[in-house]
């Protein structure tokens, strides 16, 4: 069940709950979110900053480096996905968070 749905069920059912309980299903709906976004991200930046052919050598580079900025960001993100892949042809180096 995602976390939304368990969370969705939790305060509709009436029943009590606990701050510990409340904290860990908003923890998990909060950790889910970022993943989707993150995923969505890093779809938006394959399909936005694709290199062609037919781009010159110039634009070529400057799509790199957008989908490097897009991914790094999507980095930032995702809780989940600490390193995430590179896309190719970007080279991109993590610091400790």
Do not use: C
Not at 1 to 13: D, G, I, K, P, Q
Request: aromatic share 8%.
């Amino acid at each position: 069940m995602s976390a939304y749905s368990e969370t969705f069920v939790a305060l509709v059912s009436g029943n009590r709950m606990t701050a510990g309980v409340v904290a860990h299903l908003l923890a998990q709906l909060r950790e889910e979110t970022a993943h989707e976004l993150a995923q969505e991200q890093r779809a938006y930046a394959n399909k936005a900053y694709a290199a062609t052919e037919a781009d010159p050598y110039a634009q070529q580079r400057i799509k790199r480096r957008k989908k490097g900025a897009a991914y790094a960001v999507a980095a930032l993100i995702d809780p989940a996905a600490p390193n995430p892949p590179a896309p190719s042809g970007v080279q991109i180096y993590w610091s400790n968070r």
